[in-house]
């Protein structure tokens, strides 16, 4: 007995075939003038021929769309807030003529994936380049997200700003090596390796006291069109010109980047 499922199936492939069965009859009457035989190889000739161009239609029409896309970003980007050494947390020179913008998630593997690269662009371009960290929690990795974002606050509130980076370094090494998300006895492991006052922390922490901070900069990155993490804009300080390039992709993709930037 044929069931339901069954005589679906039959029916659709016997509509495909009369489908194909059709478009070949009418590539052949074109290729024929509307009327006499043709050859069946003519009319596979057209039929692929036919299909090619819908493929590079499609292509094409995928790179506008990308292209569109980029361009957008480059514009709502330029909306982002500018680097401010007093609030925010900024690795390297100071005074470095290029800033990398990172709206980051502690809990996101791309961000992970991405910590490492950005450790080298800083080796490579030395005093050229700065690096400033902003969070962005995402809703599906809450609430770990938004309590290693306040939990690196109230490191910085005892350490300054060195501290904050190593506090950055040591969640980004431990969820990348052992592959699963940490807990606040992570945390709090953290906190004693960097020899701060741990009643002070855990005071910190559970006031949620930096959680308004952490609110702030997501909502700056939802202005400056960031949707994911890691969210990175490169700005020329002197010049103010900037460059989106979002996601963890290869680091030449960043080096193209910012030497543009730096000829800019």
């Known amino acids: 007995m044929i069931e339901k499922k069954d005589l679906g199936l039959i029916l659709a492939i016997v509509f495909a075939s009369a489908a194909i069965s059709g478009s070949l009859v ?29 493929q590079a239609k499609a292509v094409q ?28 947390h900024v690795r390297g020179n100071q005074n ?16 992970k994936k991405f910590h490492p690269t950005a450790q ?17 929690p995402l809703s599906f990795h809450e609430p770990m997200a938004s309590t290693e974002a306040m939990a690196s606050e109230c490191v910085a509130e005892q350490g300054g700003n060195d501290k ?18 940490l807990t606040e006895d992570d945390l709090l492991a953290f906190v004693k390796d960097l ?24 909502a700056e990155g939802n202005k400056a069109g960031v949707d994911g993490t890691p969210g990175n804009i490169l700005i020329n300080n002197k010049t103010g010109k ?10 030449a993709n960043f080096q193209k980047a910012i030497d543009e930037l730096l000829q800019s």
């Open 26 to 54: 009418f590539f052949g009457m074109r290729m024929n003038g509307g009327g006499g035989d043709v050859s069946v190889d003519k009319i596979e000739q057209a039929f692929n021929n036919f299909a090619n161009k819908q």
């Open 61 to 88: 029409d995928q790179a506008t769309a990308q292209q569109q896309q980029e361009q957008q970003a480059v514009v709502l980007a330029q909306n982002v807030r500018k680097p401010d050494l007093a609030k925010d």
């Open 96 to 111: 470095a003529e290029i800033t990398l913008i990172e709206y980051s998630d502690f809990e996101c593997p791309y961000c």
């Open 120 to 136: 080298k662009l800083m080796d490579t371009y030395g005093d050229k380049l700065n690096w400033d960290y902003r969070h962005y």
């Open 164 to 181: 904050f980076w190593e506090f950055a370094d040591k969640i980004y090494v431990k969820t990348t090596s052992n592959g699963t998300g």
């Open 195 to 218: 020899g701060l006052n741990e009643a002070k922390y855990k005071d910190c922490l559970s006031s949620q006291k930096y959680l308004t901070k952490v609110q702030n900069d997501e």
């Open 242 to 251: 900037i460059k989106v390039v979002s996601g963890a992709q290869p680091i």
